[in-house]
């Protein structure tokens, strides 16, 4: 066992909502972990307190064993964590390539701009999520969902994660741009990526993970193998009402 991400007893209060209750799971390195759940049941939530942009109101979050809990944003993805948002949110005033070079160095912006290398891997990673050179110039609100969630996944990457966190990668998409990034998420961990995915489109996401868990208002009902979790009780009860 080779934990990389570690939750131990996470709770998020807003006001009086209980958006996080008492949250526990480990994730292992190289492992692809599906996260499911009814809308509201606290999936984004979960991805934000692992960022550090919601703070925990108790329990700890390690990464390599390191409790992250206390560090800013800025400094849990130089330890290597990134996200995906579920609502793309590019940089609405920089073109396509600026916005995958802000990831490229997320401490210094004043040095991306002077450093030339990082356009060549900013175009490098445009490649390989499958934007073309045509776009890296265009305006992101001129891009397609399809293109959209693709600049969020090159964001990421550009950060160097080893774990990335996907909300709802495939939500608005075509089959045939779920198949093309299913197939980059699939070549990504065999690089040695971890994965926790959210996603509402469960046909797409069984072939993508190696186990799931479900949760609902905000707490962590199963957790076993796809068939598993889709096969509980509890989670038909709560996540498909039968
Ligand atoms: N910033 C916030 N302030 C107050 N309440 C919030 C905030 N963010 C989330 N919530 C509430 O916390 C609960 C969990 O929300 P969250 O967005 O994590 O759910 P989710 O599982 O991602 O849902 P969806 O599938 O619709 O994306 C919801 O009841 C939501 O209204
Ligand atoms: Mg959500």
């Not at 131990?8 to 009086?16: D, L, M, S, Y």
């Not at 925990?56 to 990464?63: D, H, T």
């Amino acid at each position: 066992m080779n934990t990389i991400l570690e939750l131990e007893h996470v709770v998020k209060r807003f006001g009086g909502l209980v958006a996080t209750n008492d949250m526990s799971f480990a994730v292992e390195k190289g492992e692809s972990v599906g996260l499911i759940g009814p809308n509201g049941a606290g999936k984004t939530t979960i991805f934000s307190l692992i960022m550090g942009e919601h703070k925990v109101n108790s329990g700890s979050i390690k990464l390599h064993g390191e409790e992250l809990t206390r560090l800013r944003t800025h400094k849990r993805i130089r330890r290597g964590i990134a996200r995906t948002y579920q609502v793309p949110r590019p940089f609405a005033e920089m073109d396509v390539l600026a916005n995958i070079e802000v990831g490229l160095m997320p401490d210094s912006i004043i040095g991306m701009l002077t450093s030339g290398h990082s356009e060549d891997e900013g175009r490098a990673i445009a490649r390989s999520v499958g934007l073309g050179e045509g776009d890296l110039h265009r305006d992101p609100a001129e891009l397609s969902m399809g293109d959209l969630r693709k600049l969020e996944l090159a964001r990421t990457l550009a950060t160097r994660p080893q774990v990335m966190l996907l909300d709802e990668v495939f939500a608005g998409l075509t089959a045939g741009e779920i198949e093309q990034i299913s197939g980059l998420l699939n070549e990504k961990r065999q690089e040695g990526l971890t994965y926790v995915i959210v996603s509402h489109d469960l046909r797409s996401l069984e072939p993508l993970i190696d186990s799931a868990i479900a949760m609902t208002q905000g707490t962590l009902i199963c957790r076993g193998s796809y068939q598993d979790v889709m096969n509980d009780q509890a989670v038909r009860m709560a996540y498909l009402g039968q």
